[in-house]
């Protein structure tokens, strides 16, 4: 008998990593829209100090995406891309509330009237 083959030893595992991973994450849609589009943090965000340690040295920074560009060319050209206009239409949906989180898990309380049917079937005619 010949060497038994080993194929998809992985189990998927690569798939899960990547998800998992941290490396490329950015602020999320709440932060940004609570936080980051307030207009005084929005300037203080666009008009920030020099800075060594970030790209561009902190001078071209798109809020909506929360990320930094080297130079005024790559901001522009990232403002007429796919995916800051598909950021800035989730941004324009409404962020979730702490109750509607806490509803959608189950904890919050049920705003909902009680289903009451009207006739039961089962009960008996006063006769």
């Known amino acids: 008998m010949g060497r038994l083959r080993r194929s ?4 998927a595992q690569r798939d899960t990593h990547r998800a998992s991973r941290t490396r490329a994450r950015t602020k ?3 932060q940004i829209q609570l936080i ?4 005084k943090n929005r300037a203080k965000l666009e008009a ?3 800075d060594l340690e970030k790209p561009g040295l902190a001078q071209h920074y798109c809020v909506e995406c929360a990320k930094y560009f080297e130079t ?7 403002r007429r891309t796919k995916d ?3 950021r800035l239409k989730q941004l324009q949906e409404p962020a979730y509330t702490i109750e509607e989180s806490e509803r959608a898990a ?3 309380r049920d ?3 009680p289903n009451v049917p009207l006739h039961d079937p089962m009960a008996t005619s006063p006769e």
């Open 8 to 11: 998809r030893t992985h189990k």
């Open 28 to 30: 999320d849609l709440d």
């Open 36 to 39: 980051d589009m307030d207009p």
């Open 48 to 50: 920030q100090p020099l």
């Open 72 to 78: 005024d060319n790559a901001l522009s050209s990232h």
């Open 84 to 86: 800051h206009k598909r």
């Open 106 to 108: 189950g904890l919050g």
């Open 111 to 113: 705003l909902r009237r």
